[in-house]
C-alpha cells in the first residue's frame, strides 16, 4: 500500500519543457525589474554627481556663473531631470570664507512596472528631486 503512495511516474518530456519555459520567463520578468531600478539608481547617482561637481568649481569662483550654469542644466536634463529650478543658489560674487549655495529642484520620471490585470506595463512616475549643497568660497 505505502509503494504505491510513494510510487512516482517519471516526468516526461513535455512536462520537463513546460517547467524550464515557465523558469525561463519568470528569470526574464526578474532580470527586467531589476534593470529597472537599476537605472532610476543611475540617473540620481549621475545627477548628484554633476551638483557636486559644479559645486567645487563654485568654491573655486565664488557663485554659479551663467555659463556654469547652462553646463549643470545641461547635463542634469541628460539624466532625465526636467523642470529645473536654482532658485537660493548664489548668482552672485561674495567674498573669501563667505557661504555659497547650490539648491536643485526638478521633476524625474520613475518608470515603475505597474501590475493590471496581470498583463505589467512600465507607468511614468513623476517624482521631485531636490539637491541641496553648501560650502565656503575659496576665491
Not at 516526468?11 to 524550464?20: D, G, P, Q, R
Not at 523558469?23 to 540620481?44: P, T
Not at 553646463?71 to 567674498?95: F, H, K, P, R
Request: aromatic fraction near 8%; proline fraction near 2%.
Amino acid at each position: 500500500m505505502i509503494q504505491c503512495i510513494t510510487k512516482k511516474k517519471p516526468a516526461t518530456m513535455a512536462e520537463n519543457m513546460i517547467v524550464m519555459l515557465l523558469n525561463i520567463v519568470v528569470l526574464c520578468a526578474l532580470l527586467v525589474i531589476i534593470f529597472g531600478a537599476f537605472s532610476g539608481i543611475s540617473d540620481r547617482w549621475g545627477q548628484r554627481q554633476a551638483v557636486r561637481e559644479t559645486m567645487l568649481i563654485m568654491e573655486t569662483e565664488g557663485y554659479l556663473k551663467p555659463s556654469d550654469k547652462a553646463n549643470l542644466i545641461a547635463e542634469l536634463e541628460s539624466y532625465g531631470l526636467y523642470n529645473i529650478s536654482l532658485t537660493g543658489t548664489t548668482t552672485s560674487e561674495v567674498n573669501y570664507g563667505d557661504r555659497i549655495y547650490l539648491k536643485v529642484t526638478g521633476t524625474y520620471d520613475d518608470n515603475i512596472l505597474a501590475f493590471a490585470g496581470g498583463l505589467s506595463k512600465v507607468a511614468s512616475h513623476p517624482t521631485t528631486i531636490t539637491i541641496n549643497r553648501q560650502t565656503t568660497a575659496k576665491q
